[in-house]
């Protein structure tokens, strides 16, 4: 088989194109936490397609129900019409995911990516309470389309946009004013008729903040959080786009904080398989939709819904809970030890679970350690406004041996950047 020229992408793709760019070699293989290229080489993937490929490439078993699915002609496309592949989702998702947590949410199929469940989210909020702001998070990113990126943090991003960015309010994320007291403010601007913020339909909130820098938001501050929207009779959406389906441990990521979100919002890793699928989760007497009030033509993605049944399995107990937990502790424990031993890199180790980074002070470097780790064998990105943290998002289900060997191809890429340890 003959290779594929790089030009290609150069001369005929749009210049919008990024992660080619970090990326600088034309893949065509990938199992489990590995990817290999045209010339056949070999990475361990540290990216797990930005969030969407919790449990690796290829999943065999999903790989086997998808193409067992094929072949006996299932549906593909069907809008929302009733399927025996969308009602089998839909009953496992209850009894494996919703009712041992108790928590009693409808599911509505808005379209299948990030941004559709976000948008919807948004609409719903609105439709319910009658008010038009949503108050959002310094540093957030819910998506690239309008009502997305109006409750979005990030300059570069919403400048792209190219209209004004209204109906939004931007309010100070857990730690942003380096103290605690950031919901304290939030809710003085609330309080205080003078303060030019009207009562907000919704507040919407990332637990960890991936786009925006491996930001962690403390159990106190979200339970103070859901007590403030309460009181004051405004929805709490928590987009768990990226940091859900058990990146941070548990499913949803709220759970460790004890919390039951009005909304939620679902997308990436929820095929299991890095098919384009996403819900969004609603309490049951917030479900005041008119029949076709909110639609889209793929939102019945019929090999969606039969990867992310089969992906549920995992779910059925807590073993792999278990298993996140466990490597947790050894990428936890590994970064600490590359900041300690290499304070050039000025590093902060931020996250939660497998969603975890290192802050570099320096902020040029993070973006440097991670071409080196490229160039080395490993595929991991860059987070925060200036892109400041390397972030690595393994596999839940990744082999320890490869988790360990992708960490050390890190350390030797931060030795490479800033030359010579400190010896202890």
């Known amino acids: 088989m003959s290779k594929t020229d790089l030009k290609v992408f150069e001369k005929h793709e749009s210049e919008v194109r990024s992660y080619c760019r970090n990326f600088p070699t034309v893949f065509n293989e990938a199992k489990g936490s590995k990817m290999w290229d045209e010339e056949g080489n070999e990475y361990i993937d540290f990216f797990s397609g930005a969030g969407a490929l919790n449990y690796g490439h290829n999943d065999p078993k999903m790989k086997e129900a998808l193409i067992d699915y094929i072949t006996s002609d299932g ?13 089998q989702f839909i009953e496992k998702f209850n009894e494996v995911i919703l009712k041992p947590k ?5 599911i509505m199929f808005p379209g299948p990516t990030g ?9 719903l909020a609105r439709k319910v309470t009658g008010r038009t702001e949503v108050i959002s998070f310094t540093n957030g990113f819910h998506g690239m389309t309008i009502g997305s990126l109006s409750v979005t ?13 209204n109906h939004s309010v931007t309010m100070p994320y857990d730690s942003f004013l380096n103290s605690n007291d950031t919901l304290d403010y939030l809710e003085r601007f609330l309080e205080n008729g003078g303060s030019g913020v009207d009562l907000p339909a919704a507040m919407i909130v990332e637990t960890v903040q991936g786009e925006g820098g491996i930001n962690v938001a403390s159990s106190e501050w979200l339970k103070k959080l859901e007590a403030i929207c309460k009181r004051w009779d405004i929805l709490l959406i928590i987009d768990d786009v990226q940091a859900g389906v058990g990146r941070t441990g548990k499913f ?10 009005d909304i939620v919002c679902m997308s990436k890793s929820l095929s299991g398989y890095g098919v384009p699928f996403a819900i969004t989760l609603f309490r049951s007497e917030l479900d005041i939709w008119a029949p076709g009030e909110h639609n889209g033509t793929f939102r019945g993605n019929n090999h969606a819904f039969i990867t992310a049944t089969t992906s549920l399995d995992y779910w059925k107990d807590d073993h792999l809970e278990k298993s996140v937990k466990h490597k947790a ?4 424990e590994y970064l600490h030890k590359i900041v300690e031993n290499y304070p050039e890199l000025k590093g902060e180790v931020r996250g939660r679970g497998l969603m975890v980074g290192i802050a570099c002070g320096e902020k ?12 080395l064998g490993l595929i991991m990105e860059t987070a925060g406004p200036d892109d ?11 082999e320890e041996a490869d988790l360990k060997k992708g960490l050390e191809i890190i350390e030797e890429s931060v030795k490479s950047v800033v030359k010579e340890p400190v010896l202890n």
Do not use: M, W
Request: proline share 4%; no cysteine.
């Open 252 to 261: 949803f990521s709220f759970e460790e904080a004890g919390i039951k979100p």
């Open 75 to 87: 549906i593909t496309h069907s809008l929302d019409k009733a399927t025996t592949a969308k009602g």
């Open 153 to 165: 943090g990030n300059a570069a991003k919403r400048k792209g946009a190219g209209v004004p960015l």
């Open 388 to 398: 400041e943290v390397f972030k690595l998002f393994p596999a839940l289900t990744i």
């Open 364 to 375: 040029e470097l993070a973006e440097k350690v991670a071409e080196k780790a490229f160039d």
């Open 329 to 332: 502790t050894i990428t936890h």
């Open 102 to 106: 108790d928590l009693d949410y409808k």
């Open 115 to 123: 941004t559709n469940t976000v948008e919807s989210a948004l609409k």
